[in-house]
């Protein structure tokens, strides 16, 4: 069973520049998984951030940034900001229709 | 605007039926894939199914694979989904998105299933 894995939880400070990773227990991340990223604050559903690996959203400013770092889908946040402190999701495209969510980063801004 | 609101959810008894829906306003409804994503209390997102714009293939967890059917009425602007045979596991907030078959861009704002006795 495959398994997306990402960093349970993650600090940075305000003005900070943090990397979350989203990586694959049955081997490396590439752009054919086409990874996205999710933003998720409590009681509220998830936005979207990046799709296709490293395209932002409408709306999203290019603080959030996507890429692949060695075998891993990554999503870098510079110039951190408080209300950057929520949830972060990563979803991976397997095949044949299925495409499988990590388990979430909890990103903290202090 | 582009918006996604859901609707059907409630209180069901183990075993028992469902059928949730979302319906769409704002854009080109017959163009897009459509996903059902949920989220148990506490926990992460969880792709249950989608469906290709013209309803033509469905995918499925396999966590609700023979359960569940996704169905969409391109007429009605409409994304269904049928649960049947529920579970306490079942139960979770059921949200709705717009997207392409490996993302989301557009989300509804849930609605809450609660499978119990």
């Not at chain 1, 495959?2 to 490396?28: A, I, R």
């Not at chain 1, 770092?69 to 972060?88: C, F, H, R, V, W």
């Amino acid at each position: 069973q495959t398994v997306v894995t990402q960093e349970p939880s993650f600090s940075v400070s305000p003005g900070g520049t943090v990397t979350l990773t989203c990586g694959l227990s049955s081997g490396s991340v590439s752009t054919t998984n086409n990874p996205s990223w999710y933003q998720q604050t409590p009681g509220q559903p998830p936005r979207t951030l990046i799709y296709s690996t490293n395209t932002r959203s409408s709306g999203v400013p290019d603080r959030f940034s996507g890429s692949i770092l060695g075998n891993k889908a990554a999503l870098t946040i510079t110039g951190a900001q408080a209300d950057d402190e929520s949830d972060y999701y990563c979803m991976v495209y397997i095949h044949n229709g299925i495409s499988i969510f990590g388990g979430g980063t909890k990103l903290t801004v202090l | 605007q582009v918006q996604l609101v859901e609707s059907g959810g409630g209180v069901v008894q183990p075993g028992r039926s469902l059928r949730l829906s979302c319906a769409a306003s704002g854009f080109t409804f017959s163009t897009y894939a459509m996903h059902w994503v949920r989220q148990a209390p506490g926990k992460g997102l969880e792709c249950v199914a989608v469906i290709y714009y013209d309803g033509s293939n469905q995918y499925y967890a396999d966590s609700v694979k023979g359960r569940f059917t996704i169905s969409r009425d391109n007429s009605r602007k409409t994304l269904h989904l049928q649960m049947n045979s529920l579970r306490p596991d079942d139960s979770a907030v059921y949200y709705c998105a717009r997207g392409l078959l490996d993302y989301m861009d557009v989300w509804g704002k849930g609605t809450t299933v609660t499978v119990s006795s």
